[in-house]
């Protein structure tokens, strides 16, 4: 598992009962085919409603460098971050090295 580091920030409000974070993923090692598993317990949720990714940092100097991240993922208990390839443009192959790159998650939840 790649995902070394999750830092909720303070709770906003949003309308209703659901709180809105925007988190710190710092990830390292190696990527997880199809994406590395975000639970909403590490976003300090019992359940995510939305979450949307933007890169943050990038490992630009690697083989296999990291262009960009997205969500997948029916909301719940978890959801993935997936990590696109900037030289080819497809999503990474597992076991490629993700050491240093960094997301924000917008996420919505519980």
Same mark, same amino acid.
């Given at each position: 598992?790649?995902?070394? =580091?999750?830092?909720?920030? $303070? !709770?906003?409000?949003? $309308? &209703?009962?659901? #709180?809105? #974070?925007?988190?710190?993923?710092?990830?390292? *090692?190696?990527?997880?085919?199809?994406?590395?598993?975000? =639970?909403?317990?590490?976003? &300090?949720?019992?359940?995510?409603?939305?979450a949307?990714?933007? +890169?943050? &940092?990038?490992n630009?100097?690697?083989?296999? $460098?990291? *262009?960009?991240?997205?969500?997948?993922?029916q909301p719940? !208990?978890?959801?993935? +971050?997936?990590?696109?390839?900037? #030289? =080819?443009?497809?999503?990474?192959?597992?076991?490629?090295?993700?050491?240093?790159? !960094?997301?924000?998650?917008?996420?919505?939840g519980?």
């Open positions: 598992m790649a995902v070394s =580091t999750v830092t909720p920030t $303070p !709770k906003t409000t949003v $309308p &209703g009962k659901a #709180k809105q #974070k925007v988190a710190t993923i710092v990830l390292s *090692g190696t990527y997880t085919a199809e994406g590395e598993i975000i =639970t909403a317990k590490q976003l &300090g949720f019992r359940r995510i409603v939305t949307v990714a933007t +890169l943050a &940092g990038s630009a100097t690697e083989a296999t $460098p990291v *262009g960009d991240c997205w969500i997948t993922g719940g !208990k978890e959801v993935k +971050l997936r990590l696109l390839n900037s #030289k =080819t443009g497809a999503e990474l192959a597992g076991g490629v090295t993700v050491a240093g790159v !960094k997301a924000e998650v917008i996420c919505t519980f």
